[in-house]
């Protein structure tokens, strides 16, 4: 343990001695304590069965098992660890204790993130390998749903980072589009890699000669053996229909892809991963105000329409924000450029027509503000994602869900996760973890 880097949990089997050695750091590893019997697993739900009786082993843990017993270790001295009574059954222990999988997996975020960060990040070193950037000078982004809004924003945080020009296309619309040749990437995002039409489409940019990237989560996923360069993010299994923590860990990816390709100066580049560092705990802060969001939640679950505005990095979040409206609610919602009301859905405000801007504080602000006040002109109805720190926006709205204070463009992280919990809020009706006519992964075109 001592020579080990990374996370890590496993177990060993010495059968001559009738005992099993497991230790764990960082990756989940719990003891079942039985009558007379005792289980090592990664999570209660698969011990629950037999025992309700749990050890949850904490980093650095090792525990030596036979059939009389288990004694713990950290760092070779002798510990004693509680054992604690799992109330739930098994079912809502697979949920963790929450009514949903989409809650539970929301509020995975901040663990989410760090194993993401983890597992490319030492110090300020990115240990990413973006060997598959070499010599490119454009990038096209493939993919659908939510993994298409991640692959929007991977666009605007690419090129305001390293200036390499980006596309973003629909998966299922790419195949009727000639892929330009030389030196192009065609970078695949898919949560599951199995999505027909972004495999499709990677397998036309191969066909066609160029260099191909995917980034998933799912370890062996087809889509990892069509790509030639494959990026996992670390979401753990995301069972819920609708897409949340693995949402923000493809973000993290982006991030760190953009960063590492940067022409950042060295000061601006500590800066920027030491403020990626920050996004768990600042997550973490944003769950704990989950109730106010609830509230403005329950209150959007009286509407048929909304509608989501945003400019610049808020205009992909705001997509986002209302299909996740879209999806686990059954509420009609529509995600907008802030500048394009005025050319058309200006003529749907009004009092039944509310509006969820999602405000950043960069050059986008003061034009994001007087657009708000334009539709607060129409009477509609306006929520505001603004930052903690902003209480200048109060007096223009309905009301403003503040979420932590970061740099403009890691604001997509924290108020994504906003909208996901005021979708699940407004959603209370709906068979939330399995939305009708939907799938976790579409494999038919
Ligand atoms: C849909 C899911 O079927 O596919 C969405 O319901 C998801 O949540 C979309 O965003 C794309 O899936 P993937 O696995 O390719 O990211």
Same mark, same amino acid.
């Given at each position: 343990m001592e020579d080990l880097k990374g996370s890590y949990a496993f177990v060993v089997l010495n059968k001559y001695e009738n005992k099993l050695i497991a230790c764990r750091y960082k990756s989940p590893l719990i003891l079942g304590v039985g009558d007379g019997e005792y289980f090592l697993a990664s999570d209660v739900p698969a011990v629950l069965e037999y025992t309700n009786r749990v050890i949850y082993l904490e980093d650095g843990d090792l525990v030596i098992v036979t059939p009389n017993g288990y004694e713990a270790f950290n760092k070779g001295i002798r510990v004693e660890r509680k054992i604690e009574i799992v109330p739930w059954s098994i079912e809502a222990a697979e949920k963790g204790g929450y009514e949903h999988f989409m809650l539970k997996e929301i509020h995975e975020t901040p663990k989410v993130i760090e194993d993401t960060l983890f597992e490319y990040l030492v110090e300020e070193e990115i240990t990413l390998d973006t060997s598959f950037a070499e010599d490119v000078n454009e990038i096209i982004f493939v993919a659908c749903g939510t993994s298409y809004h991640a692959s929007l924003l991977g666009k605007y945080i690419l090129e305001r980072l390293t200036g390499i020009p980006s596309k973003v296309e629909f998966a299922s619309e790419f195949n009727?589009?000639? +892929?330009?040749?030389?030196?192009t990437l065609v970078v695949g995002i898919t949560q599951?890699?199995?999505?027909a039409d972004t495999l499709e489409a990677l397998r036309k940019a191969k066909k066609a000669g160029v260099k191909t990237l995917v980034i998933t989560n799912v370890l062996g996923s087809t889509a990892t053996r069509i790509a030639d360069n494959v990026l996992y993010i670390?979401?753990?299994? @995301?069972?819920? +229909?609708?897409?949340t923590k693995s949402f923000v860990a493809q973000l993290i990816v982006l991030y760190l892809i953009a960063a590492k390709l940067s022409l950042m100066p060295k000061a601006k580049f500590s800066e920027f991963v030491n403020e990626l560092k920050t996004l768990p705990e600042k997550v973490q802060r944003l769950l704990d105000q989950e109730d106010k969001i609830k509230r403005i939640g329950e209150k959007l679950a009286n509407y048929e329409n909304i509608m989501y505005i945003g400019r610049g990095l808020g205009y992909p979040v705001a997509l986002e924000g209302a299909l996740k409206m879209k999806e686990i609610s059954y509420t009609h919602a529509e995600g907008y450029?802030?500048? @394009?009301?005025?050319?058309?859905?200006?003529?749907?405000?009004?009092?039944?027509m509310p509006v969820i801007g999602c405000l950043i504080?960069?050059?986008?602000y003061e034009i994001m503000l007087s657009n708000v006040k334009e539709i607060k002109a129409r009477d509609s109805p306006v929520v505001l994602i603004a930052d903690e720190e902003d209480k200048e926006v109060e007096k223009y709205v309905d009301c403003v869900i503040r979420v932590p204070k970061t740099s403009p463009i890691f604001s997509p992280v924290v108020q994504s996760i906003a909208l996901q919990l005021l979708a699940y809020y407004a959603a209370k009706?709906?068979?939330?973890d399995k939305p009708r006519h939907l799938a976790k992964s579409v494999t038919v075109e």
């Open positions: 009727y589009h000639e +892929v330009p040749l030389g030196k599951s890699g199995e999505t670390r979401a753990g299994p @995301e069972i819920s +229909v609708a897409a450029p802030a500048g @394009e009301l005025k050319h058309g859905p200006f003529a749907l405000l009004g009092k039944n504080k960069d050059e986008t009706k709906c068979e939330i």
